[in-house]
């Protein structure tokens, strides 16, 4: 229900209704701070109120002869006007208002995601303090390492959601500017009270310094904001596709009643919506390329990069909308084995264990090197014959010179890996 609602209002966003509602909210603010100048008589300002709306049907049969959109909006604005039309985009040029409006629209559609950060971060802090003390293998290069916890897999997540949350706040203001300065952004034809006035309205700020557009290092750190935030989406869900092979199943995505994962194999259970989140995010990546390709335009502006951002504005941000509330599904309801990820701890026949052995020997007196050279002895022995690693430590005659039976025993407790789970919890999660 969240999810097919939030997504309704950000497609909203980018729907021409909206769009033209903002261009209309920008011509007539202008009037609005004009007037305040005394260079639109009060009445005429009350007539354009009142009078002023637009139908999309016109500006599209208009724009097709034209072939300019915003000369076409004005003037399907100015047959409902009349008269008083004049006054009406007066100093202005086009890109006033389609930079203008393309900054709130993407603070508008930055917002949502804001609020879809916020569901995530709290899906996965439930989900962290479920999991919190669950016993898991943690993997570098995919091969087992030491004992964490699942826990702490969800909290780093939350960590960085957490991050990509300020991130995208920061990307909103940078991106919340307009412009109302004319044609090379100079203000030859009108005052800078008026900018000051409409961005106030839309609550913008105005931009320092701008060509005939605002430069375009504001979009690139946008869009490059949004992939960042997706690259988390996909390392969320890389993880859970590893989790959910086979040979491993310690989490697996939600299978329905009724939900088949292959047209050929009735048995399989596919990671489907991991795998789609890691392609969408692909998608998303690419968008911040084309974004950091529109910084660079010709002089006081070329048109290169609008064509670009006509795709990329609606296509990022409803793209990772999307994801985040697929991902927020995911997390809800994702299943997890803990008995499978004991199985797991337990394959290696406590070969996870050797560097707590290492540093047992070296704090016994052990030189380093030579304990290092001592634990990998047996270790490999345990990797080539599969024998037990514990009981081929208790048995080599250069850890009994120095550690006991008792003591060996000892570096094999799982607890021992686990013993500042809660310290990292409060860090992550009470002191902020």
């Not at 309704?8 to 021409?16: N, P, R």
């Not at 604005?77 to 008083?84: A, K, L």
């Not at 809800?332 to 070969?351: A, D, Q, S, W």
């Amino acid at each position: 229900m969240i999810e097919r609602y939030t997504r309704e209002e950000m497609k909203k966003i980018w729907e021409a209704e909206n769009r033209f509602k903002i261009w209309l909210d920008i011509e007539l603010y202008a009037v609005e701070a004009f007037n305040k100048l005394g260079l639109v008589p009060d009445r005429a300002l009350r007539e354009i109120k009142k009078r002023a709306k637009f139908d999309i049907k016109r500006i599209d049969e208009i724009e097709k002869v034209v072939k300019h959109d915003v000369i076409a909006f004005l003037t399907s604005v100015n047959e409902h006007i009349g008269e008083n039309s004049r006054y009406l985009h007066y100093g202005m040029t086009s890109s006033d208002v389609l930079d203008t409006s393309l900054a709130v629209q993407l603070k508008q559609a930055g917002e949502l995601i804001i609020k879809g950060i916020d569901e995530l971060l709290l899906t996965l802090k439930e989900k962290a303090y479920q999991y919190k003390d669950t016993p898991t293998i943690g993997r570098s290069h995919g091969i087992h390492a030491e004992p964490t916890t699942f826990g702490l897999k969800m909290a780093l997540f939350y960590e960085c959601m957490r991050r990509n949350r300020k991130r995208m706040a920061d990307a909103i203001e940078d991106i919340s500017y307009g412009k109302i300065s004319g044609a090379v952004g100079n203000f030859a034809n009108i005052n800078p009270f008026v900018e000051n006035y409409v961005c106030n309205k839309l609550g913008l700020k105005p931009e320092p310094v701008s060509t005939q557009i605002i430069q375009r290092d504001r979009h690139a750190h946008y869009f490059a904001t949004l992939a960042v935030v997706a690259g988390t989406l996909e390392q969320i869900a890389v993880e859970i596709r590893h989790l959910q092979r086979t040979e491993v199943r310690e989490a697996e995505e939600f299978f329905s009643k009724g939900q088949k994962g292959s047209s050929a194999m009735p048995h399989k259970r596919n990671p489907i919506l991991s795998e789609n989140i890691t392609g969408l995010s692909r998608l998303v990546r690419s968008y911040s390329l084309s974004a950091l390709e529109n910084v660079a335009l010709w002089h006081e502006r070329d048109i290169s990069h609008s064509s670009v951002e006509r795709v990329i504005g609606p296509d990022a941000t409803i793209l990772l909308d999307f994801m985040i509330h697929r991902t927020i599904g995911l997390i809800k309801n994702l299943i997890v084995y803990p008995e499978n990820m004991i199985r797991n701890l337990n394959l290696t026949k406590g070969l996870i264990y050797s560097q707590r052995v290492l540093l047992m020997l070296a704090e016994a007196g052990m030189k380093r090197d030579t304990a290092y050279e001592v634990v990998q002895r047996n270790a490999m022995k345990s990797w080539e014959e599969g024998l037990d690693f514990k009981e081929l430590i208790k048995k080599d005659k250069d850890v009994k010179k120095l550690l006991s039976e008792k003591e060996v025993e000892s570096a094999f407790d799982i607890d021992y890996y686990l013993k500042n789970v809660d310290f990292i919890f409060k860090r992550v999660f009470e002191e902020k």
